[in-house]
């Protein structure tokens, strides 16, 4: 049974960073492209990462966090990562992982609240 799991989610002023993690379980998660999305208050998911296995090692990000969030997993520890550096108001959302492709998976998310 897939479970995901995320995590690191708080308070934080506009310009700080916050690092979000995803344990994974009950699926290969080596061999699994994986996804960040995220739900701001009244509206729809938005993407915000893949990150590809290790074989591939490539990452993609949308514009609106390009440059500013990092994606990265720990295949030993079963973990995604999602690095947010910068932060603005505009990225309060809860933020979901998931296999890339399967909204089925996505976990119960963790808020991310910036504000002063």
């Known amino acids: 049974q897939v479970q995901l799991v995320e995590s690191g989610g708080e308070l934080v002023q506009p310009g700080g960073s916050l690092r979000l993690f995803c344990a994974a379980s009950?699926?290969?998660?080596?061999?699994?492209?994986m996804t960040w999305v995220r739900q701001a208050p009244g509206k729809g998911l938005e993407w915000i990462s893949t990150?590809?296995?290790?074989?591939?090692?490539?990452?993609y990000y949308p514009d609106s966090v390009k440059g500013r969030f990092i994606v990265s997993r720990d295949d030993a520890k079963n973990t995604l990562y999602l690095q947010m550096n910068g932060l603005k108001p505009e990225d309060t959302a809860v933020y979901y992982c998931?296999?890339?492709?399967?909204?089925?998976?996505r976990g119960q998310g963790t808020q991310v609240t910036v504000s002063s």
């Open positions: 009950g699926f290969a998660f080596s061999e699994a492209y």
């Open positions: 990150i590809e296995t290790v074989a591939g090692g490539r990452t």
């Open positions: 998931q296999k890339t492709g399967d909204d089925t998976t």
